[in-house]
């Protein structure tokens, strides 16, 4: 099956830093990346939807000036936190999609996740 | 407001016993999924349903699609300790939407 990697896995950083997240897909060519974020013993919350090559679509709530989202190649998204505060700390998932790969629109792979914690 | 509710939100058992869990919405959608995920790891998927009063058995689980859409069961039959984890309902139009999930714990 398809294969979607994150890094860093976990990352500490201290308040007032930006701290970058990668969403790799490993075996194919992801038109569209979902960044998700979830705190504890809750539910997935979808932050943004993310389409290579243009700008990612935010979701109600969600600060476009603080989480910064690059998808700039089929294979690569990034989340960026910039100027991090304790209250951002959660689990950041990412999730991948192929459309032009006979994948059904509504299946989506999942990133192994991303703990951030900041202090 | 959650567009889709699962219930119950905790579910401790007694290894061996059935149980159900509920995904309901006012909404209809294309699709629904239903997710494994264990703490600290990202959500795998389970299955997806796709045709109103669709059933699926992926071994001792089986997973309905309202005919309607709108909503969807999860049941475990003699549940096993290695089902413990956070069940999560995903229903599909234009975007993913999550259910508020179940915390199943299963006990030895």
């Known amino acids: 099956g398809a294969v979607v990697s994150q890094h860093p896995s976990r990352v500490i950083c201290k308040s007032g830093t930006s701290v970058k997240i990668e969403c790799r897909s490993l075996?194919?060519?992801?038109?569209?990346m979902f960044w998700y974020r979830q705190f504890p013993k809750q539910s997935l919350m979808l932050m943004a939807t993310s389409n290579e090559g243009s700008k990612a679509t935010y979701e109600q709530g969600v600060e476009k000036d603080k989480f910064l989202i690059n998808h700039a190649s089929l294979t690569l998204s990034t989340l960026t936190v910039t100027s991090a505060h304790p209250e951002d700390s959660s689990f950041y998932i990412c999730?991948?999609?192929?459309?032009?790969?006979?994948?059904?629109?509504?299946?989506?792979?999942f990133g192994p996740g991303t703990r951030l914690t900041v202090t | 407001t959650q567009l889709l509710e699962q219930s119950p939100q905790f579910l401790s058992i007694q290894e061996g016993e059935n149980l159900t869990v509920y995904c309901n919405s006012s909404?209809?959608?294309?699709?629904l999924q239903w997710y494994r995920q264990e703490p600290g790891e990202g959500p795998v998927l389970l299955v997806t349903?796709?045709?109103?009063?669709e059933v699926k058995k992926l071994k001792r689980l089986t997973f309905q699609f309202g005919d309607a859409r709108k909503d969807s069961s999860l049941h475990i039959t003699a549940a096993q300790p290695g089902d413990t984890g956070l069940y999560l309902c995903a229903g599909f139009f234009n975007k993913f939407y999550f259910g508020s999930g179940t915390k199943l714990n299963v006990k030895p």
């Open positions: 349903v796709v045709t109103g009063g």
């Open positions: 909404s209809v959608f294309s699709s």
């Open positions: 075996d194919f060519q992801a038109t569209t």
């Open positions: 999730s991948a999609r192929d459309l032009f790969a006979g994948l059904l629109p509504y299946e989506q792979y």
